[in-house]
């Protein structure tokens, strides 16, 4: 059972019994330039994780062992991954992998990209119902297979007492193997930009909704 210590400042080590721990980090992506509010935001959100994790650390165990969504390579390549997907993550990863933390592979390659043309094929806004039937079921059967293989990479890599990082989307579907305690990493940067992207969607809605007004009157 995930433990949120997004609130908690100093969780009490006596909670955690011995064995393999994973801290879950929501991934949050980089954004392209434009947007600075929103880059500054997301810039804060890492800057919590990090902080976050290096008090995990002192009190629980350096971490060992670092899986991160998408990538299918270790070392040099798997950073290279990371870093065009989430720049502001980077350094979290580096950081660790030169106190000695290793980068490991959390995806296959060909199970990873054909969930993704899948979904690809999902968004096309398909006209016929069984062609959506088809394409929908084909999409479930990848994603249980690539849960599965990440599920399955954990296991096998992440070491008996070891501490390991998973960054991933929340709302994955993963089942962890069940003797692995994950604690759920939730800095109060993330509630406020969920926050912050909420409101300024419903501006933008509100503000659409005045332009249709505008235009029907015409």
Known sequence: ??????????????????GRKLFFVPLVMSIGEGDLDLAMRIGKYWDQVDSQLT???NRLGRVTCIFYEMVTA????????I??????SLRITRSRIDMGARLQPLEDAELLFEYLDWGRCLNLGLQSQSVFNHVYEA??????????????????????DESGIL???????????PDIQVI???????DELKRWLRDREEKREKEQE???????RK
């Open 1 to 18: 059972m995930a433990e949120e210590l997004g609130k908690i400042e100093r969780p009490d080590v006596t909670e955690f019994k011995k």
């Open 55 to 57: 008090h995990l650390e």
């Open 74 to 81: 270790g070392g040099e390549e798997g950073l290279k991954t």
């Open 83 to 88: 870093e065009t997907m989430c720049r502001d």
């Open 139 to 160: 999409y479930k059967k990848a994603q249980t297979n690539r849960n599965e293989t990440i599920a399955r990479r954990i296991d096998e890599n992440l070491g008996n």
């Open 167 to 177: 960054i991933m989307q929340e709302g994955h579907g993963v089942q962890f193997p």
């Open 184 to 190: 759920y990493v939730s800095p109060p940067a993330l």
């Open 210 to 216: 005045k332009t249709d007004g505008i235009t029907e």
